[in-house]
């Protein structure tokens, strides 16, 4: 992929993404998981452990081919995004919690994500680029600069004025939004006969890979005693991943279209999946309150 519109405009997207992310953290975020150690310890065992392995079983399953197997484990492996926040809050999960678990994912994954894309890439030996498409050193460093520098800058910024990164919050987040989709409709329109091919093969592990994670980040904190509400953000931050960075390494630092399509198909089937499971999730709870009266 040599147009513009990827090679620029995604990089582009994901660094205001992060930015805006960095626009609403404290240093407080992550300190607040002091308050919290175990509960955070559980949504990062199932957050980097557990995933990829589920990810794996999945791909060896369904028997993908190699460059969708990779790129189902560099799905697995990326972080929870903001959208989980958003999820949270809206079925009354502890969003506090779930700020905190995406500061950190964010910058654990800097270390994980290059571990679990290259262990993958070992394995499954996609035939395209072979050994040489492996996140080495140099493409490490890029995907360091393109996820946390700008969350750093956008913490500085809200340190130097709270009211400005406050204002900029709604801008900055329509405009990534805008952004991205313009790439993901460009991309879709550049790429439409690859794309109509590797859909069908993605479609139904992708789905299965959501709600497994969406269940795994509720079901193991709650048999572990964890609070409902918290144990709503971990499903949430466990279920939802930023696939927009597993996108952009995919396009940009590995240059491979195909690499990026679990995660393109997992970003637009994630939303509807999520609102069942917390419809569920919520609704059950509300049945057990009721009863319980």
Known sequence: ?????????????????????????TPADFTRIAK?????????L??????????FGLVLLFDLPAVLAVGMMLLAASPGGTTANLFSHLFRGDVALNVSLTAVNSIIAVVTLPLVTNFAIGYFEPADGGGSVGLQFGKVVQVFA????????GMLVRRWSAAFADRMDRPVR????????LVI??????????LADSLG???????????????????VPRLL???DRQAIACSMEVGIHNSTIAITIAISVLDSTELAVPAAVYGVLMFPIAAAFGYLITRGRARAVVAAE
Do not use: K, W
Not at 11 to 21: D, H, R, Y
Not at 46 to 55: D, E, F, K, R, S
Not at 146 to 153: F, G
Not at 174 to 181: M, N, Q
């Open 1 to 25: 992929m040599n147009s513009p519109l990827v090679s620029v405009g995604l990089p582009l997207a994901l660094v205001v993404i992060m930015f805006g992310l960095g626009l609403s953290l």
């Open 36 to 44: 919290s150690p175990r509960i955070v310890a559980i949504a990062l």
């Open 46 to 55: 199932c957050q980097l452990i557990a995933l990829p392995a589920v990810a």
């Open 146 to 153: 393109i996820v946390l520098v700008p969350v750093a800058v």
């Open 174 to 181: 329509i405009g990534s939004a805008l952004t991205l989709l």
């Open 185 to 194: 409709v460009g991309t879709i329109i550049a790429e439409s006969d690859t």
């Open 201 to 219: 093969q993605v479609g139904a592990i992708t789905v299965l890979f959501c709600l497994i994670s969406l269940a795994l980040g509720y079901l």
């Open 225 to 227: 005693g964890v609070p």
